[in-house]
Each structure stands twice: as structure tokens, then as C-alpha cells.
């Protein structure tokens, strides 16, 4: 079996690196704190010191960091991935990151002789820990071909939707629904409360009709119990959509509600919402409507 390196595990990146462990990859490992990933050494990992040095010990080097910075210094730069690499070495990143950064890291890639996926994913920590995401990919066929058991590893919706960019174009897509979805049930909740409905019973009856969406099932219940420890962070909720943004001018596409939702994540982040689940987006909406009807 090929030997996977895999750079970033934290809430997302550990749980995918534990199932590609158990499916029998042998797996080198870095990470910004190596304490937090001591289990996964006991159980057959390898620690590397620099992202060169996971280059040069794997044939295929995953990525799943916090942002595009991030992801260009872990792979072009200096000590970086493609300083280790061999020809042939295939380097995916399965962070949320820039398109436009995706399609400049595969042509340096490709000036290298190695592959370039760009691979990000959907399903939240839950998914990573089920091995159930949802796994879009930009890059070349035969790159997607070779990276596709260990993707099923890890994932369960699997689809190259094209080139290089694709796949982070597709992400950003999602981030524009799925943000624009929280605000929306945070908004409903935070009404049918105010109206002095039980806000749990009309999640529950909205679930079975056209409003159901893994959103409400999920972040609705988390809203209502209040349990907001994250699952996906309110601050890399509001990076991925500050994304989607760059990208749609650049490619000029009107985003009218995603740049209203950014501007509202932005003030919960003012809150110190930011190290909160992105199911706090209900907080700033309660907050909101303690002021409405009140005298300027």
C-alpha cells in the first residue's frame, strides 16, 4: 500500500488519519502540537519534523490545514512538500482553501513532476469520524484515480467534478448554503421562541417537510441544547465564506446573501463566538431581537 503523510490533525484531520490507520496505510504524521496525536503514533504512525521531510518519506501527501497561507507554506514553501518530493509523489489537500491557490500549487506541482489534488470536504466532524464525508476533487483524472481508495477510506461521496480548482469551487459553493442555511434556521428558531413556540416542536415538524436539511437535524439540535463546543468553529466557518467571496469576484458572481450572512458572522466573532461551534450563529440572532421595537 502507498505511505500517506498527512499534515494537520486537528478536529477534521485526526479522525480521517485514524481511518486510513485502520484501513492499513502506513502513515507519517505532523502536526502543530505532536502531545495531541500520541495515540496515533501508539498505534503504528510515524512523526515527521517538517513538511520536507513528509514529503520525502511518502508517496502520497495529504494536507488538511487551516487556511490557503497555510497549505502554500506546507507545500511550495521553504522546507516545504515539494522539497522532498520525489517524481510522481501525489500531494492532496483536503483543506478549504482558495481556488485560484489550488490551480498555482498544482502547476508548481506539475514543474515538479509530481500530481496535485485539490480535495476539500463536507460533513463536519462527524463525518470525518464516520469515515462518511463528502469528498469533491479537482485535479486529473488518472491523479484522482490513484488517490480513490484512500479517499473511500475517509469518505463515502466521492466525485472529481474537474480540473484543478474544481473541487475548492465546489467547496465554496457548499460554504455559501450551508452558512447561509445556519443563519436561516437560527433566524426560524429564534422566531417561533419569540412567538412563544417551542422551538424544539417546530424543528421537529419542519423536519418532516420541505424545510428538513441535515443543517436543521443537526445544528438545529444544538442551537436548542445549547451545546455549542465545536464541532466546526465560527471562525473557519467565516474564513471558508470570506472565500466564497473572493472567488465569486473574481469569477464576477453576485453573492448578496453570502456577503450579508459574512457580515453577520463577523460581528458574532466580535461576540468571541469564534472558538464556537458555528451553531452559536443562534446567539447573535437572539441578540438582534432583543433590540428590535426598542426606542434609537
Same mark, same amino acid.
Given at each position: 500500500?502507498?505511505?500517506?503523510?498527512?499534515?494537520?490533525?486537528?478536529?477534521?484531520?485526526?479522525?480521517?488519519?485514524?481511518?486510513?490507520?485502520?484501513?492499513?496505510?502506513?502513515?507519517?504524521?505532523?502536526t502543530r502540537t505532536r502531545t495531541k496525536v500520541e495515540d496515533l503514533l501508539a498505534a503504528g504512525?510515524?512523526?515527521?519534523?517538517?513538511?520536507?521531510?513528509?514529503?520525502?518519506?511518502?508517496?502520497?501527501?495529504?494536507?488538511?490545514?487551516?487556511?490557503?497561507?497555510?497549505?502554500?507554506?506546507?507545500?511550495?514553501?521553504?522546507? %516545504?512538500?515539494?522539497? +522532498? @518530493? !520525489?517524481? =510522481? $509523489? #501525489?500531494? &492532496?489537500?483536503?483543506?478549504?482553501?482558495?481556488?485560484?491557490? *489550488? /490551480?498555482?500549487?498544482?502547476?508548481?506541482?506539475?514543474?515538479?513532476?509530481?500530481?496535485?489534488?485539490?480535495?476539500?470536504?463536507? %460533513?463536519?466532524?462527524? +463525518? @470525518? !469520524?464516520? =469515515? $462518511? #464525508?463528502? &469528498?469533491?476533487?479537482?485535479?486529473?483524472?488518472?491523479?484522482? *484515480? /490513484?488517490?480513490?481508495?484512500?479517499?473511500?477510506?475517509?469518505?463515502?461521496?466521492?466525485?472529481?467534478?474537474?480540473?484543478?480548482?474544481?473541487?475548492?469551487?465546489?467547496?465554496?459553493?457548499?460554504?455559501?448554503? &450551508?452558512?447561509?442555511?445556519?443563519?436561516?434556521?437560527?433566524? *426560524?428558531?429564534?422566531?417561533?421562541?419569540?412567538?412563544?413556540?417551542?422551538?424544539?416542536?417546530?424543528?421537529?415538524?419542519?423536519?418532516?417537510?420541505?424545510?428538513?436539511?441535515?443543517?436543521?437535524?443537526?445544528?438545529?439540535?444544538?442551537?436548542?441544547?445549547?451545546t455549542f463546543q465545536p464541532g466546526f468553529r465560527m471562525g473557519l466557518n467565516k474564513k471558508d465564506?470570506?472565500?466564497?467571496?473572493?472567488?465569486?469576484?473574481?469569477?464576477?458572481a453576485a453573492l448578496p446573501v453570502a456577503t450579508q450572512v459574512r457580515e453577520l458572522m463577523a460581528?458574532?466573532?466580535?461576540?468571541?463566538?469564534?472558538?464556537?461551534?458555528?451553531?452559536?450563529?443562534?446567539?447573535?440572532?437572539?441578540?438582534?431581537?432583543?433590540?428590535?421595537?426598542?426606542?434609537?
Amino acid at each position: 500500500m502507498e505511505r500517506i503523510g498527512f499534515i494537520g490533525l486537528g478536529a477534521m484531520g485526526k479522525p480521517m488519519a485514524e481511518n486510513l490507520l485502520r484501513a492499513g496505510y502506513p502513515l507519517n504524521v505532523l502536526t502543530r502540537t505532536r502531545t495531541k496525536v500520541e495515540d496515533l503514533l501508539a498505534a503504528g504512525a510515524l512523526w515527521q519534523d517538517t513538511p520536507r521531510q513528509i514529503g520525502a518519506a511518502s508517496d502520497v501527501v495529504i494536507t488538511m490545514l487551516p487556511d490557503t497561507p497555510d497549505v502554500e507554506r506546507a507545500v511550495v514553501g521553504p522546507e %516545504g512538500i515539494l522539497e +522532498g @518530493a !520525489r517524481p =510522481g $509523489t #501525489l500531494i &492532496i489537500d483536503m483543506s478549504t482553501i482558495s481556488p485560484m491557490a *489550488a /490551480r498555482r500549487m498544482a502547476a508548481e506541482a506539475e514543474a515538479k513532476s509530481c500530481d496535485f489534488l485539490d480535495a476539500p470536504v463536507s %460533513g463536519g466532524d462527524i +463525518g @470525518a !469520524r464516520q =469515515g $462518511t #464525508l463528502s &469528498i469533491m476533487a479537482g485535479g486529473r483524472e488518472a491523479a484522482f *484515480a /490513484r488517490a480513490l481508495p484512500i479517499f473511500q477510506a475517509m469518505g463515502k461521496t466521492i466525485l472529481r467534478i474537474g480540473d484543478s480548482g474544481a473541487g475548492q469551487t465546489a467547496k465554496a459553493a457548499n460554504q455559501i448554503i &450551508i452558512s447561509s442555511t445556519i443563519e436561516a434556521v437560527a433566524e *426560524a428558531l429564534t422566531f417561533a421562541a419569540k412567538a412563544g413556540v417551542d422551538p424544539a416542536k417546530v424543528r421537529q415538524a419542519l423536519l418532516g417537510g420541505s424545510a428538513r436539511s441535515r443543517i436543521l437535524e443537526i445544528h438545529g439540535a444544538r442551537m436548542i441544547e445549547r451545546t455549542f463546543q465545536p464541532g466546526f468553529r465560527m471562525g473557519l466557518n467565516k474564513k471558508d465564506l470570506d472565500i466564497s467571496l473572493d472567488a465569486g469576484r473574481t469569477y464576477g458572481a453576485a453573492l448578496p446573501v453570502a456577503t450579508q450572512v459574512r457580515e453577520l458572522m463577523a460581528e458574532t466573532l466580535r461576540d468571541g463566538q469564534g472558538e464556537m461551534d458555528n451553531s452559536s450563529f443562534i446567539l447573535l440572532i437572539e441578540k438582534l431581537s432583543a433590540q428590535v421595537g426598542k426606542p434609537a
